[in-house]
């Protein structure tokens, strides 16, 4: 009897210095271990074993006995690739494109197009809408959320509004809501004691210590927003609130990444640290930030990575995600329902108004005074996004982590600059970083990484 087809078991050079080891590593069984270049070929010739013949089985009993243990052959046991299909469960509101700070690099060019603020009737019209879909399905929970090409703290009436909206309904029929935002963390301490009082989770956006935080953050007159934001910070902290921060690293920045993560680490009490490169559009290409190193941010990272992990934080790029096996890098396609201030509905939290390149292809529908009307289904966008219609995606390792990664960030690749190899930098830094993940737990775990032992 042969052995199923070996197509998801890889195996890949630990470095280019070092042509001895290689990492193999079969996403589908969460089976991972390092082997030399004989065991190499012996996983090439058992996958090149015909069909109906028996396979060639090494004659070193203990080589079999561990192939045989790890149950790498039979697709029976393969955990299967989460669909993540999902009902609209939360509403996203894009409240403003104003923002009060001016950061170099960013995506949304936030303050050079004309001041646009969400209404009271909007917001309340969103909420409403998605609270539907939550009866309709349901589903015993709510999310509402603040993002967009703004800060959102700076239509603060009609947050609140929405917020009140969204209390009174779920209220009356017992469902659970949820309060999250993406903020600055300009605070004042009004706005302060609200967050304490009515949010379930908060992101700052927050790129380090002082030199590079009002470098990268300025506020819109260049003065320096580190002092306040850290105000905010140690608010949150003082009263215990559940936060992360979301880091940006630009050309500039790369270099002091560990040194940042560090300082965030230690003096901070946010529970995860988001570290992203400099995305490749809005003010980042205008200031030229966007063409960071890739060889040295992996660097960096891997540093910044055991600084985090010493101080009890989880440090994590969103290309490399080793614990999720998933068809779609994002959810918003599935259970997001996002309003931009002008009315518009899109599946993208990038796509902040319809001067974005790929408005046409993400938006599907707008609200025109009274209800929402859509020009597309949002199922054909998500079908779209899924891993197995991305070509580049097949032979890669890391397909049912990062999912083809961020739709926006993929389609704007090509405008980015490149790997030492030629690929994009995003899919080089989502390979290695996932390398020195899994590396890391097979040190941790004794030698091998089997079964569930193998999550981050």
Known sequence: MGLNSLEHIFSIPLTDHDPDKYLIYA???GTAFIANPALVNILADLSNTPEKMPPKWPSDPRVRNFLLTLDLFSHETEAVVEERARNVDTVVLFLTNRCNLKCSYCYASANQYVPSDMSEDLAAAAVRFVYTQVLQNRSEQMTLAFHGGGEPFMNFAVMKSAISCARRLTEQDKVELKIAGSSNGVWSETVCRYVLENFTEISLSIDGMSETQDRQRPG?????SFPTVMKTVDRLDRAGFSYGIRMTVTDISVGKLAENVRFLSERTGARAIQVEPVFHEGRAVANHEARIVPEQFVEQFKAAYKIARNNGKHLFYSGARPEVLAKR???STESAFVVTPEGDVTTCFEIHNRSHPLSDALM???????NFCFSKDRREISEMQQVDSISSCRDCFCRWHCAGDCFVRRENRLSGNMAPDGE????YLTREITKF????KIVEAGGVICSDTWKV
């Open 437 to 440: 993940l899994l590396c890391g």
């Open 27 to 29: 996403p589908l069984k």
């Open 364 to 370: 599907i529908g707008s609200y025109d005074g009274t």
């Open 424 to 427: 994009p930098v995003r899919c």
């Open 220 to 224: 819109v007159c260049g003065t320096p």
């Open 329 to 331: 890098f994002c959810l």
